[in-house]
């Protein structure tokens, strides 16, 4: 795996203790860390790094690329861009998060390019619905 400093670097940016301890931070929360997370990582890793900071910081990241913010219901989450495009199915009830095959996806995207002649460039996409679980607790919706 590539280094935070390399990672940091190929984007463009300095290289500071701050921008390092947010990655990491995004890094440890997994797929998915919502700002809360990455806030509450950061500020046990160093209580000198300002909220404004970790704001900032993010903002930077996404409009380079670096990181990836998506909106699952009223939350936004982020996670570190990945070289290799990926997708999730995610309850809006539980939360539970299952990855699904990109090809699976990228079958779509094509019969869209086919369809409606829109070259659609997903890296990351997330489904909501509902788990078997909490889709047998609601009963049928369709």
């Not at 990491?24 to 500020?43: M, P, R, S």
């Not at 909106?71 to 699904?100: F, W």
């Not at 078997?132 to 049928?140: E, I, M, N």
Request: hydrophobic share 40%; net charge negative.
């Amino acid at each position: 795996m590539i280094s935070f400093d390399d990672r940091l670097r190929q984007y463009g940016f300095r290289v500071t203790p701050q921008r390092r301890a947010i990655m990491k931070a995004i890094w440890d929360n997994g797929e998915h860390a919502t700002i809360e997370e990455v806030l509450a990582d950061v500020q046990r890793a160093d209580a000198n790094i300002s909220p404004a900071t970790v704001y900032r910081a993010i903002d930077l990241f996404i409009a380079r690329g670096l990181v990836i913010a998506t909106k699952v219901g009223n939350d936004t989450v982020y996670e570190i861009h990945s070289e290799h495009p990926h997708s999730h199915l995610i309850c809006r009830m539980c939360r539970a998060d299952q990855r699904i095959d990109h090809a699976r996806v990228r079958s779509l995207m094509d019969d869209i390019d086919q369809e409606f002649d829109f070259l659609v460039e997903p890296q990351h996409l997330i489904l909501l619905g509902l788990c078997a679980h909490c889709r047998r607790l609601v009963g049928p919706q369709r």
